[in-house]
């Protein structure tokens, strides 16, 4: 079969011709294929790859043309000299399109580990922005609060502020002007180590300071809160400052502070003991001065320390009733106790106590009035009380007693039929015994006077002259001797006497010895002796009266020479008014002189006086 | 290295110099060499493109071009073989096949499926153009996708 050559040739350059035109179209798409997405590996391999093929497509297309124009022209030697190497290039076209066929793995290998990194990082970005999104969204909540807030960079310049914080730190020139937060807010901390710039620069993660600001006489006070303020890295940018308003919180606290003082001062000034003690444990938060004082411990010593610790209830059973009152009223008013004090004394007082919160804390609030003295005072009064009840009493009986006996004599008197009667050394005896009687009513009467005399401030009146002292003490050791003769008496003076004579009054220094003999008498038993002893001293004299008697407790030595006191005062005692012994001291003193008291109980008493030898 | 090791080697440069031809010294490259390159290269073409085909089946791609792709490189392939058959055939078509009319072919004489192959084999532009058509739609398309 013969078939013709031309359409060979015909293919041959119109598919040529054909090739070169696609190649080229195609080299252009794969172009713009890859200016689309530079950054796309497969697109820059599927570039390369279109590339290599148009490469091998152009090279060939025009190969081929070139050969059919030359055969047609009958130029086949020229061919057969280019031939070689259009065929070369061909090959050489091949291989680089093998290379890229079988790199095809790599790339796409390449290709999807750096989509897939891509994509991660996509996801990253996406993460980051909502991160930063988030950040804005509080950063702008954090900017938008009522507090002042503000931004400030590394440098000390202001880089955001709230309206809140201008309102109270208005800006400072042009608005746009970078201002330093020194300017803007000036304060002690500024350009020191208390800066919280400085601090937060520092490592610090929080810097909390108080601030304040003056608005005309108005102070207001704000809480000032610094933190770190980072990027996403944590690379420190500057800091976020939040001032909170804490002027109500300031003004409570401050007059919280003046009513501590206030309640410190009262606390304090009372001049009766205070304590302050927990309710639970009971505990002593705090004492007063006077506590201090009236106890003798110290307030160190006190703290924390419960009052049974210190020893200060002395009578334990009465600190449950108290407990329990207060436990169920709340408070309590003048609850009598004792209480010891550091001497180890024993002193009564008034406790009012009352419930109070110091700190969220129940505690006690106690104030102790001391009634020590008062209560002594009521019993000296109850004593007094007693003392002239009873003085009534023996005063009435001391006077009736007489008087009965002159009452009784003076109706013989008055009836002188009865009266004839009687001897004449009868009516003489009647007669001696009303004017005995009649003479120990005065006596007592003038001790009476005395008394009153010296409770109303006067002093006791002396009549001062000479006497001789040795004579006096015989003449009353005699008249004793004779009125008792039941008693022995025995007067003891020197042997030699240098200056017997004493300026004294008389009648009070006899008024002196008659009340200590008859005292002697009276508490001396019939037939013991009583011993007047008299002795010169260097510018007196010393007169002694000595007994056998019942003698004293030293209790009874202590009060001897108070006014009404009597040793015994029932109803079978001495008789008397208890006014003798008292009259003596003043009398005594009167002449300044001296008077004590020696007694042992059953071993009798000495009662010793030193008179000067001049009263004046 | 001691004395007698360098005169061993001293001797036998002696001796290789002085047998020395120019056939041992210089390769000549005949005709037959070329077509052997490019033939070599046309296989490796295929290769090439098959394994892009095989990677290319083996992943499914969703997207748009990518059969076009594909068909372009099953076309390669068969160009290939088409050119790879026709460059065979054509050193040892005999030349009394061809008919010469003024110097130049103008009939081919068919006498057998050999020389039936052999002429389409030079027809394969029909295989090349409509390869690179699909080419150029899969770039276009691509391109669209962006």
Not at chain 2, 62 to 86: D, P, R
């Amino acid at each position: 079969m013969i078939v013709p050559w031309r359409p060979v040739v015909f293919c041959d350059i119109g598919g040529s011709v054909l090739m070169l035109l696609l190649s080229c179209w195609c080299a252009h798409l794969a172009w713009q294929l890859t200016r689309s997405r530079p950054d796309n590996i497969f697109r820059n391999y599927i570039f390369l790859f279109t590339l290599a093929i148009v490469f091998f497509s152009i090279s060939r297309s025009f190969g081929h043309l070139v050969k059919q124009i030359l055969l047609l022209n009958d130029m086949p030697l020229i061919w057969q000299e280019i031939a070689p190497f259009s065929g070369a290039l061909n090959s050489t076209a091949f291989v680089v399109i093998f290379a890229f066929g079988i790199s095809f793995q790599r790339f796409q290998k390449v290709h999807n580990e750096i989509e897939n990194y891509k994509n991660n990082l996509e996801e990253m970005i996406e993460e980051r922005t909502d991160e930063l999104e988030k950040s804005r969204n509080t950063l702008e909540n954090i900017l938008n609060n009522s507090n002042p807030t503000n931004i400030t960079d590394l440098n000390f310049n202001m880089i955001r502020a709230n309206d809140a914080y201008y309102q109270i730190w208005p800006r400072t020139g042009v608005e746009d002007d970078v201002v330093r937060c020194y300017d803007s807010r000036p304060g002690v901390h500024c350009h020191t180590d208390s800066c919280p710039l400085v601090q937060i620069i520092g490592g610090r993660e929080v810097v909390t300071q108080e601030v304040s600001k003056q608005f005309g006489e108005e102070t207001r006070h704000f809480i000032l809160t610094a933190r770190p303020f980072r990027d996403i890295d944590g690379k420190l940018l500057g800091m976020v400052e939040t001032l909170q308003d804490i002027t109500l919180r300031k003004q409570a606290e401050i007059a919280l502070v003046e009513s501590e003082s206030r309640f410190r001062k009262i606390f304090e000034s009372n001049p009766d003991p205070v304590i302050l003690a927990r309710m639970k444990e009971g505990t002593i938060l705090d004492v007063n001065r006077s506590f201090e004082t009236v106890t003798g411990l110290s307030r160190q010593e006190a703290i924390d320390q419960r009052p049974e610790d210190l020893g200060l209830w002395a009578d334990l059973e009465s600190q449950e009733p108290f407990r329990q009152t207060l436990k169920s009223r709340g408070e309590i008013s003048n609850y009598e106790a004792n209480f010891r004090v550091g001497s180890g004394e024993v002193r009564t007082g008034l406790v009012s106590a009352s419930v109070l919160r110091v700190s969220k804390e129940p505690c006690i609030l106690l104030v102790i009035r001391d009634i020590t003295t008062e209560k002594a005072a009521e019993r000296t009064l109850i004593e007094m009380d007693r003392m002239k009840s009873e003085f009534i009493s023996t005063a009435a009986h001391e006077l009736s007693t007489p008087l009965s006996t002159m009452m009784g004599y003076t109706e013989f008197l008055r009836n002188p039929e009865e009266f004839d009667s009687f001897s004449d050394e009868q009516k003489l005896d009647f007669i001696n015994e009303i004017y005995e009687n009649g003479e120990s009513l005065s006596r007592i009467i003038s001790d009476l006077l005395d008394i009153s005399r010296i409770e109303s401030g006067n002093p006791i009146p002396l009549v001062l002259q000479r006497c001789n002292l040795p004579t006096l003490l015989g003449k009353k050791i005699r008249a004793f001797t004779t009125h008792n003769p039941e008693h022995r008496f025995r007067l003891e003076l020197p042997e030699t006497i240098e200056n017997p004579s004493i300026q004294i009054d008389r009648q009070r220094f006899n008024q002196v010895l008659e009340n200590l003999l008859s005292n002697a008498v009276k508490y001396s038993a019939a037939g013991t002796e009583i011993v007047l002893h008299g002795r010169e001293l260097d510018n007196g004299w010393e007169i002694r009266v000595e007994d056998q008697g019942v003698g004293m407790n030293d209790e009874q030595i202590a009060h001897v020479f108070d006014k009404f006191y009597r040793a015994d005062a029932s109803n079978t005692a001495v008789s008397g008014l208890g006014l003798g012994m008292s009259v003596v001291k003043q009398a005594v003193e009167a002449h300044h002189g001296t008077i004590r008291v020696e007694s042992a109980e059953g071993k009798g008493t000495t009662v010793i006086v030193t008179l000067p030898y001049t009263a004046e | 290295m001691n004395r007698s090791a360098l005169n061993r080697i001293f001797l036998l440069f002696i001796f290789f110099s002085s047998v020395a031809s120019p056939t041992w010294a210089v390769q000549a490259h005949g005709g037959a060499e070329g077509l052997v390159s490019h033939q070599i290269g046309h296989i490796l073409f295929t290769i090439g493109m098959a394994y892009l085909l095989l990677r290319l089946r083996t992943i499914r791609f969703q997207k748009k071009g990518w059969f076009e792709f594909k068909l372009f490189l099953v076309l390669l392939i068969a160009w290939n073989i088409m050119t790879f058959t026709g460059h065979w055939m054509n050193e040892i078509v005999p030349a009394e096949k061809f008919v010469k009319s003024q110097n130049h072919t103008a009939t081919f004489r068919i006498d057998n499926l050999f020389d039936g192959i052999y002429y389409a084999t030079r027809l394969d532009h029909l295989i090349l153009v409509p390869s690179f058509l699909f080419l150029l739609v899969a770039l276009k398309k691509w391109r669209r996708e962006v």
